[in-house]
């Protein structure tokens, strides 16, 4: 049984660029959840999307996106890329009616901006 | 707005002792659950423990073990035995529990090395 999966592993893009991560959830989960991990410290919340709407959002602007498609899997895009997006991005899963059994997380995007 | 406070950067252990990892934080909330995760260099993150905050008893999984004390808002982590697998990056974590998909609220984590 396969867990999250996070594609591509390491992504380096020059400043003023756009990127898309993409995630795909644990088989039987429906939520997908985004965090931001800069370096030495703990992630931090983007948005979460179910039934491909974005249902809770984190204290990021608008150059953070997102899409959630019919199969549960999930798109971040970051556009006009600044020197301090560069992070580890993480991926969470859920299950929306049980959500409070916890969420699985992927290995993550290691994202870096020049 | 819930906050997280993990105020030891590092930490170190010997094999086979035992280490307790410090966590405050903060709420309004009566209702919440707590989380330790572990990432080890795999960057994955792995739940270690939880504690839900309507219950008094500690939770415990193996060598893992927690020590929750609501009205001072702290919840450390005591790891017995330990092992040379346990050394990783330490997180506590904070989700409330009014929605079944409520965020999760992160420390800035402890960086656990085990001495062999």
């Known amino acids: 049984d396969a867990g999250v999966t996070q594609s591509p592993t390491h992504l380096i893009k020059t400043r003023g660029q756009q990127v898309t991560l993409r995630c795909s959830p644990k088989?039987?989960?429906?939520?997908v959840s985004w965090y931001q991990q800069a370096l030495g410290q703990g992630p931090q919340f983007i948005f979460q999307?179910?039934?491909?709407?974005?249902?809770q959002r984190g204290n990021f602007p608008d150059r953070f996106s997102g899409h959630q498609f019919p199969n549960y899997s999930s798109e971040l895009n970051v556009n006009a890329l600044l020197l301090g997006d560069s992070a580890l991005y993480l991926c969470?899963?859920?299950?929306?009616?049980?959500?409070?059994?916890?969420?699985?997380f992927g290995s993550g995007t290691r994202l870096t901006v020049v | 707005a819930q906050t997280v406070t993990q105020s030891q950067p590092e930490m170190s252990v010997q094999e086979a002792e035992t280490v307790t990892l410090s966590c405050t934080y903060d709420?309004?909330?009566?209702?919440?659950?707590l989380f330790w995760y572990k990432q080890p260099p795999s960057r994955q993150m792995i739940l270690v423990i939880r504690?839900?905050?309507?219950?008094?008893q500690n939770a415990t999984e193996n060598r893992f073990s927690v020590n929750f004390q609501k009205a001072a808002k702290s919840f450390s982590l005591k790891i017995s035995d330990s092992q040379l697998g346990d050394a990783a990056m330490y997180f506590c974590?904070?989700?409330?529990?009014?929605?079944?998909?409520?965020?999760?609220?992160f420390g800035k984590g402890i960086t656990l090395s085990v001495r062999p």
């Open positions: 969470a899963s859920s299950a929306w009616d049980r959500g409070l059994y916890g969420y699985t």
């Open positions: 088989s039987g989960h429906d939520t």
């Open positions: 999307y179910y039934e491909e709407e974005e249902r």
């Open positions: 709420t309004s909330e009566s209702d919440y659950y």
């Open positions: 504690q839900e905050a309507y219950k008094q």
């Open positions: 974590a904070y989700r409330s529990a009014a929605g079944a998909n409520s965020k999760l609220t």
